[in-house]
């Protein structure tokens, strides 16, 4: 039986609703495919954090006990032979498009939450982090790398390249070869970074994406390459000795490559290894918070725990030095040391079908354990999505829990509102409550 040609889920959920039940030929496809991602390798980057705090990505794919498959966190398009893989968010583009555009300051145009907007959104995200990378890059100038050429003649030019002269010497020619390195900025980086640029400029399509300092910079390095360049390869990126200037370029690089290579959503479907783009969504609920949560705070300290240099940790060795258990709360608010609030980000499903998961609870008893004590009492919150198809659960009605040892804290779990207007009121409602009980 002939496969689809795309098989649709939404995120946290099953196929998108209307959509007929799997044929034995398409589960046999996610059998093979879903053991075999990794999303790591897909992701569109959109924040410096828990990246390399994280000891596995959560899977893209989970089949259920009666063998329905059920989608994780991600969204996005994943490509394997002839049949694609389509993630759409449960919220809509809309709503994914104003996350993005509060959290990450971006403008993104109204087309990315209509038709086609899976590939209008992640092509804006991806040039925002490319842009992102390709300014800090930038500061320290042109991304010229050292080349290695060799040279023959009767004089020595630079190095003289002693096995290669060998052989001229031995047929008595009076030739010498010699090596020289000097810095070029016609290199496989610039090459990745020109095609890239125009990839992003097909898929975007509107004037000022790239910013006036790319603006400003990419006709320079398209003189230097040439207007045809051709696409490195991943080994010749591989082989490229950065100095510690240039070091910066190496990031650049690697998504340049990714983007040149057509890895995005209107890529080539037709190989039959898997190729795809996923943005977390997680990651953006997260940061649309931490834009909400700074907005409501009235001059309280906010900490971005997940990119701070904290060094809290849950165990501490009595023979010494050592600590287990790092703690990494995604948002502190108030001094670290006198905390009045503690929050974590969930983007899941919460009603009674779907409880709070036993490592989300540990989770926060123990930011709770690490940060109370001495009369200091935070509030711990783990903040879900208010999805428009949830009831209130019995974890959020029954709030706030009291921890079994005294003097440490509440624990609540809340459904935040994914508007940036309604958001911003809950945090305000939520740190006014916090002084009124406190006083600080």
Same mark, same amino acid.
């Given at each position: ?219 320079? =390095? /398209? @003189? *230097?390459?040439?207007? +045809?360049? $051709? ?7 591989? !082989? ?52 909400? =949560? /700074? @907005? *409501?705070?009235?001059? +309280?300290? $906010? ?7 904290? !060094? ?129």
């Amino acid at each position: 039986m002939r496969m689809r040609e795309r098989i649709v889920f939404q995120d946290l959920g099953g196929l998108v609703p209307g959509t007929k039940n799997l044929n034995n030929a398409e589960n046999k496809w996610l059998e093979e495919l879903a053991p075999r991602l990794d999303p790591t390798s897909m992701l569109v980057p959109i924040k410096y954090s828990l990246t390399k705090h994280q000891e596995s990505a959560e899977p893209v794919l989970t089949r259920q006990l009666d063998g329905t498959w059920r989608a994780g966190r991600y969204i996005g398009e994943i490509r394997s032979g002839k049949t694609i893989l389509e993630i759409r968010p449960r919220l809509g583009f809309p709503v994914i498009a104003a996350w993005a555009s509060a959290a990450l300051n971006l403008k993104i145009v109204p087309r990315a939450a209509g038709k086609n907007g899976m590939s209008f959104l992640i092509a804006e995200l991806q040039a925002a982090a490319w842009r992102r990378a390709l300014v800090a890059a930038a500061r320290h100038g042109m991304p010229a790398i050292r080349a290695t050429e060799h040279h023959v003649g009767p004089s020595v030019r630079g190095r003289l390249d002693v096995p290669g002269t060998v052989p001229y010497r031995a047929r008595r020619s009076p030739n010498l070869v010699s090596v020289t390195q000097p810095k070029v900025v016609d290199n496989p980086v610039t090459r990745a970074i020109v095609l890239a640029d125009r990839v992003l400029n097909t898929r975007i399509q509107r004037a000022g994406w790239r910013g006036p300092r790319i603006d400003e910079f990419i006709p320079h =390095l /398209r @003189a *230097a390459t040439g207007p +045809r360049p $051709v696409l490195p390869s991943r080994r010749e990126l591989r !082989s490229v000795r950065y100095s510690p200037i240039t070091h910066p370029y190496k990031a650049v690089a690697d998504l340049s490559w990714l983007i040149a290579n057509n890895k995005g959503p209107q890529g080539d479907s037709s190989t039959d290894t898997h190729d795809g783009v996923l943005l977390d969504v997680a990651e953006l609920w997260e940061l649309f918070l931490l834009h909400c =949560l /700074r @907005a *409501a705070a009235d001059n +309280r300290t $906010v900490t971005h725990g997940t990119t701070a240099d904290l !060094s809290t940790h849950l165990l501490h060795s009595a023979t010494g030095g050592q600590k287990l258990g790092r703690l990494l709360p995604d948002f502190i608010v108030g001094g670290h040391a006198e905390p009045t609030a503690i929050i974590d980000a969930k983007y899941k499903r919460l009603t009674d079908l779907f409880p709070v998961q036993r490592e989300d609870l540990y989770q926060l008893t123990s930011y709770l354990a690490a940060h109370s004590g001495g009369g200091i009492r935070p509030r711990g919150i783990l903040a879900y999505p208010l999805l428009p198809d949830s009831a209130m659960s019995s974890f959020e009605a029954n709030g706030p829990w009291s921890l079994q040892w005294g003097g440490g804290g509440t624990a609540e779990f809340l459904r935040l509102p994914i508007e940036v207007a309604a958001c911003i009121d809950r945090f305000t409602e939520i740190l006014s409550s916090d002084r009124d009980t406190s006083g600080r």
